[in-house]
């Protein structure tokens, strides 16, 4: 009977594996032309994006502040055999912003997706009272300012070669609110409402629009390398990025991710603000004590 059982699940496994491979394999054919450019591809999320579809054959930019960086990863990304461009960029800056916006418009071949990764969060979660103005303000412009910006260029692109994908890497923070990272949380919020009102826009000319709302993922942003059943690689991110459906704007791909946003968003604001207060204040205690290690 056992011996049974097992087999039955191991069936169920893999098919769920075949099924999912091919939900990827539907998502990347809807991209008509194998190009790509990532944002933020130094590290984290953006460069597992660049192995991910360097892998299968798409064309990439690599575009980071860090030119030594990225060339260590374009020499990466030599076994593929695909073509892989770095465009140095500071995206935090209206100069970085327009460069990569001009280099965009005056690429010989159609853009196929776009992968909006650069991002930066709090160095420590504070309350609003607390936290440095200029920090608030380099969020705003990066999240905000700057992506509507490139947001905007790049769907002029789109809609002159009637499709493309635009990615735009926001958070579940975005969804459930985040006190101690209330900046960070309400510009992913102002993302993922950005795209969901751009993605209905541009329908007419075929070009998708989606926002990624992961919660927790090991990069250098959040500070951890660790794998956890909530805080997962980015390699896992990505690939359960490209076979999860793409039917919403909103796309939380992971399992867990989904589950834990399903269990917050059905509690009372209250609860859940409570809630989501408490679990910071222990995050923050944690961070404090690395970077005190760090600095030692």
């Known amino acids: 009977m056992m011996k049974c059982i097992l ?3 191991s069936i169920l496994i893999v098919m769920k594996v075949i099924s999912l491979k091919g939900r990827a394999k539907r998502n990347l054919n809807t991209i008509k032309h194998k190009t790509a450019v990532i944002t933020g591809a130094s590290s984290g999320i953006g460069m597992a994006f660049a192995k991910y579809l360097a892998k299968r054959g798409f064309e990439l930019t690599l575009v980071a502040r860090s030119k030594k960086v990225l060339e260590e990863l374009q020499e990466k990304l030599k076994e593929y055999k695909v073509s892989v461009s770095i465009f140095e960029a500071d995206l935090s800056t209206n100069a970085g912003t327009n460069s990569l916006i001009e280099y965009v418009n005056k690429m010989e071949k159609p853009l196929g997706a776009f992968f909006n990764c650069a991002g930066i969060t709090h160095k420590i979660p504070e309350a609003l009272v607390d936290l440095p103005r200029e920090e608030n303000e380099n969020i705003i412009n990066l999240h905000v300012m700057q992506a509507t910006h490139l947001a905007q260029a790049i769907n002029v692109v789109f809609k002159k070669q009637k499709s493309g994908l635009f990615v735009q890497m926001a958070s579940g923070l975005g969804i459930v609110t985040m006190p101690l990272l209330s900046v960070y949380a309400a510009s992913k919020t102002y993302l993922i409402t950005l795209m969901r009102a751009i ?3 541009s329908r007419a000319f ?11 993922v090991s990069t250098p942003m959040t500070m951890t390398k660790k794998t956890t059943s909530t805080f997962i690689q980015p390699e896992t991110f990505v690939s359960d990025f490209f ?3 793409w039917k919403k704007t909103i796309v939380n791909p992971h399992s867990t991710h989904k589950l834990v946003e399903k269990m917050l968003m059905a509690m009372p604001e209250g609860m859940r603000m ?3 207060y408490a ?7 944690g961070i404090i004590k690395k970077l005190n290690r760090m600095n030692q």
Not at 279 to 285: E, Q, S, V
Request: hydrophobic share 45%; glycine share 4%.
């Open 243 to 245: 076979a999860d459906s």
């Open 274 to 276: 409570n809630k989501l």
């Open 279 to 285: 679990d910071m204040i222990g995050t923050r205690r």
């Open 199 to 201: 993605n209905e826009e």
């Open 7 to 9: 087999t039955v699940v």
């Open 206 to 216: 075929n070009a998708r629009f989606i926002a990624a709302c992961p919660f927790w």
